[in-house]
């Protein structure tokens, strides 16, 4: 434990505890709006802000959370307004930031392997500022995320139903990608602006597979970040490797064993068929939750049979109506 004494792998413990809390906390809403590749547009993006702070000879991380922030809101707002889907704009994320990052860079006279530093990470050579500026971004992301998380959710979840309960649409939309811009550049000395996008999904993936309930399911993913990046903070440490690579490797090794768990779980409780599909759903305990959307015989949403009753398939979880609110199964 020699390796806790040294002050380079101190500052690497916590920036890369903030990360692994702050990017499953914002990608559990990306994924629960279907835009689970966003960070990787946004990695790409903010490649283009690196490369104009070289040309400009100014600090990378402002100038990157700069230009990552005015092109996430420029892409939702043109997902809002119809004038580009959101697989186009995904489109123009990746292709424009990562050749516009790479053409700065070389007017500037750094070359790729400048870039590598940013695109891949370097936990290890974070200094005292880099993670002062890391814990205050990473706060205010996570603070937002879970002090606004009905609202979120709302969004999130149904956008329709939102705009009707008198909820600012348009800003909490915003608001989620102008977070999402934050975190990964603010990972990009930890996992790297290639690598951020694994580490917003994965642990919100393994979650799904173990925990039932969105509040639930986005702490488990906050704590399997954790898990994920300290342990390969650590592990690089012992085995000399890149930090970032192997916080990936190790979240993605924890979605592979959430999976014969979650399906260990569902053959002990019994199974479901969802009559739509005739595939199986797994149940899970009842917790009374507040629930925006109203299901429907032509809700859009399969039913599922269930003791003498209706469940309705949403996002993954099963809701069955229960008074002025709906019983999560």
Known sequence: MEWLALEFMQRALLAALITGVTAPAIGTYLVQRRLSLLGDGLGHLAVAGV?????????????????CVIGSVGI????????ASGDVGLAILF????????LLAGLAGQGSGTLSNYLFGSLLTVTTADLWA???????????????????FAVSADEPFARTIGLRVRFLNILVVTLAAITVTVS???????LVSALMVVPVATANHLITGFRAGLLASMALGAVAALSGAVGSYYLDTAPGSLIVVIAIALFAVSWPLSRLAERRHGRLVDVGSGEPVAPGPEVAEAHPHVHGE???????LHAGHLDYVHDGHRHAAHGDHYDEH
């Open 51 to 67: 490369g104009l702070a070289f040309l400009t000879n100014t600090a990378p991380l402002p100038v990157a959370i700069l230009v």
């Open 188 to 194: 990009m000395r930890t996992v790297g602006l290639l």
């Open 76 to 83: 939702e707002l043109l997902r809002e307004s119809g004038r």
């Open 134 to 152: 890391i814990a205050g971004l990473g706060a205010i992301v996570a603070v937002v995320c879970l002090g606004l998380l009905p609202q979120l």
């Open 95 to 102: 292709y424009g930031g990562l050749s516009g990052g790479l």
């Open 298 to 304: 032509n809700c859009g949403h399969r039913p599922v």
